[in-house]
């Protein structure tokens, strides 16, 4: 059985550059963001519970109406709650089918902004923190979405505070522009390669 890493971190702090390293390396990484929307589409249970929740107009052509989603999700934490209710578990069971297809995989990795909030820390068997100061997550996605400071800012507040996730990581890597990635994501591969054999024997 392959030993699951769960990436998780901040927006903006860069889980998406070290899950493609990963990759690089021939380890195979659920995306579950890219996931849960394909789930939102094709699953016809979600498609009817979030009909329900928001309206025939949550789907226009048979695509997901991703403003709607958004501003519904963002709107509060209750009605964050209720859509991640719908979906989540769905993801769960589709990255346990994943993990299946790849048990002769070591390693495998799952990257999630709510890894940790989302309840998926039993799905996986060791987390990794992302790091990135503020300041630094802020300037990458104003840059990046050509978004606001103050729209990031209220995206922020909608997760979990990021001092909070490094305390219950088991590994942090550390993003802030000036420590060397390749390096550290391959200590991480080293110390979790060299446990293997007592992970697996869980």
Not at 41 to 50: A, Q, T, Y
Not at 59 to 72: F, V
Not at 109 to 122: C, D, N, Q, T, V
Request: with cysteine.
């Amino acid at each position: 059985m392959a030993i699951r890493i769960g990436l998780t971190g901040g927006i903006g702090s860069g889980k998406s550059v070290v899950s493609r390293l990963l990759e690089v390396m021939g380890i195979p990484v659920y995306i579950s963001d890219i996931e849960a929307r394909r789930l939102m589409v094709s699953d016809e249970g979600i498609r009817r519970k979030l009909t329900l929740l928001l309206g025939e107009e949550v789907y226009i052509g048979g695509n997901l109406n991703k403003p709607l989603l958004a501003s519904y999700l963002f709107g509060s934490a209750e009605h964050a709650a209720q859509v991640n209710a719908i979906v989540h578990p769905r993801v769960k069971d589709d990255f346990r089918l994943w993990c299946s297809a790849r048990s002769e995989r070591p390693l495998v990795g799952m990257e999630s902004a709510i890894l940790l909030e989302a309840g998926f820390r039993e799905e996986i068997d060791k987390v990794v923190m992302v790091y990135a100061p503020l300041d630094v997550r802020i300037q990458r996605i104003v840059s990046r979405d050509a978004s606001s400071r103050e729209l990031i800012e209220q995206r922020i507040r909608h997760q979990m505070d990021d001092e909070e996730k490094r305390k219950m990581a088991d590994y942090v890597i550390v993003n802030d522009g000036n420590s060397p990635l390749i390096s550290q994501v391959l200590t991480l591969i080293s110390s979790l390669s060299e446990n293997i054999d007592y992970l697996c024997g869980r």
